[in-house]
């Protein structure tokens, strides 16, 4: 037994059987448990939520009872217009139904607000002046005009796909969009999906004819916005589950047309071995891992991660998480940018993977990694967004009552 590994030596051991005398008794006698009735089986949700409890009470203090709320609560949904789809008539029928493009209007709510800002700062300090020399009307104007524009330049400039369109109800509005239809061609004219998924695509700021990875791709969201950028000269959608992946093509087939789809390649590998496959080869890449999900961890019994038989795959998601994502900059280009994102609440699924990734990118592989400040994110989309303040690397949607959309966290490394 001792030459025996500890993994053989445990398997050699169930299939044996117990020793002799420890057994159970001729089958005539044997005692069956009724586990029904001694042990009261606890529900997978029940689990999460106690889990929750325990560990994001501690990380976000006096947020965390309105975010156990939030996440109990009917989610909020965003319509991604599908360009390839007629989208004027589309567009209109959202307006009037007092929806708005959260990612359009975006600037322009952050630069009428700084620019509010900056006039009432402006102001006050002609007031402070008052006493001395009197500072112009005029003067006050030209300071506020100069200090809007040197502030809502860097906004400007971070350059928020113009292709991209996602609708949104108002804060505290919770009417729900209709399901999509189809064009005259077949092809449905919105997906709808959680509007802060969108935030890692936008990220991710696809230039045009860029090499582009989605290494966990299923079911096809984030995929299918990367094509609504209508800029990726390539899309290599890659998910593991073979189940999922044709929920993929699904929805390819249901959004894109033939002649768009020739430029995804579709293919259901073990995301980990991506950087020995086509190492370097990527501009951008996306690493969207699986996670706890959190919400749904909160809310259904199917599929979940909280259920007692999946105590350990939960327990290692921050080792797959890790190796997605030293796949995912191992797959990208010198210069190259890699968005990693979860819809989890949890550092040790969020900024613990960051930092062990940019860790083991020195020391192992040589490569440099420059963690990206997406701070202007959380200005642009603060009317749609509830973020949260704390975040040491990237940045991390709440769940808000009033916005209940995400956890979603998002945090952007450029391969030096
Ligand atoms: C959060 S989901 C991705 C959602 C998708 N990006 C979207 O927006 O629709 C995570 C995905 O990772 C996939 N996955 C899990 N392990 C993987 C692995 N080792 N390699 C590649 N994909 C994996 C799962 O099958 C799952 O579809």
């Not at 113009?162 to 189809?182: E, H, L, M, V």
Request: a neutral charge; one cysteine or more.
């Amino acid at each position: 037994m001792a030459a025996l590994g500890g993994r053989a030596a445990v398997t050699l051991l169930l299939r044996r059987g117990p020793p002799p005398g420890l057994g159970p008794g001729p089958r005539r006698y044997r005692y069956k448990e009724k586990w029904a009735t001694v042990a009261p089986r606890i529900p997978p949700t029940r689990l999460a939520l106690h889990h929750f409890d325990m560990n994001y009470s501690l990380q976000l203090k006096d947020l965390w009872p309105s975010v156990r709320a939030s996440l109990l609560c009917e989610q909020k949904y965003g319509a991604l217009v599908n360009n390839f789809s007629p989208v004027d008539h589309v567009t209109q029928e959202l307006e009037l139904l007092n929806a708005t493009d959260f990612v359009s209007e975006a600037p322009k709510k952050a630069q009428q607000s700084q620019r509010g800002t900056t006039t009432e700062e402006a102001g006050r300090e002609e007031s402070r002046s008052g006493e001395g020399r009197t500072v112009t009307q005029a003067e006050t104007m030209t300071q506020a005009e100069t200090m809007t524009q040197a502030e809502t330049s860097p906004l400007l400039r971070a350059s928020i796909s113009p292709n991209i369109k996602c609708y949104t109800f108002p804060r505290g509005d919770i009417t729900r969009f209709r399901p999509a239809r189809p064009d005259t061609l077949g092809l449905l004219n919105y997906y709808l999906m959680d509007a802060a998924s969108l935030l890692p695509v936008l990220a991710l700021n696809v230039q045009p004819d860029e090499f582009v990875l989605d290494l966990c791709a299923a079911p096809g969201g984030k995929t299918l916005a990367l094509l609504q950028t209508g800029v990726c000269g390539h899309l290599a959608a890659n998910d593991v589950s073979i189940s999922r992946t044709k929920r993929l093509y699904q929805i390819l087939h249901s959004y894109v047309p033939k002649e768009i789809r020739k430029i995804v390649s579709v293919t259901s590998c073990d995301g980990r071995d991506w950087g020995q496959l086509e190492g370097g080869t990527f501009h951008k890449v996306l690493v969207d891992v699986p996670c706890t999900t959190d919400r749904h961890s909160v809310m259904e019994q199917e599929n979940n991660i909280f259920h007692k038989r999946r105590t350990k795959e939960r327990q290692m998601l921050p080792m797959l998480q890790l190796q997605l994502l030293m796949a995912g900059i191992l797959a990208t280009k010198p210069g190259g940018e890699v968005v990693y994102s979860t819809c989890s609440l949890s550092p040790l699924q969020n900024e613990y993977v960051i930092e062990r990734a940019v860790e083991i990118a020195e020391t192992q592989f040589n490569i440099s990694i420059h963690v990206e400040d997406l701070s202007h994110f959380r200005t642009l989309f603060q009317d749609t967004f509830f973020f949260f303040s704390d975040c040491r690397l990237g940045e991390l949607v709440l769940p808000h009552l009033t916005a209940n959309f995400g956890p979603m966290y998002f945090c952007k490394l450029r391969r030096m």
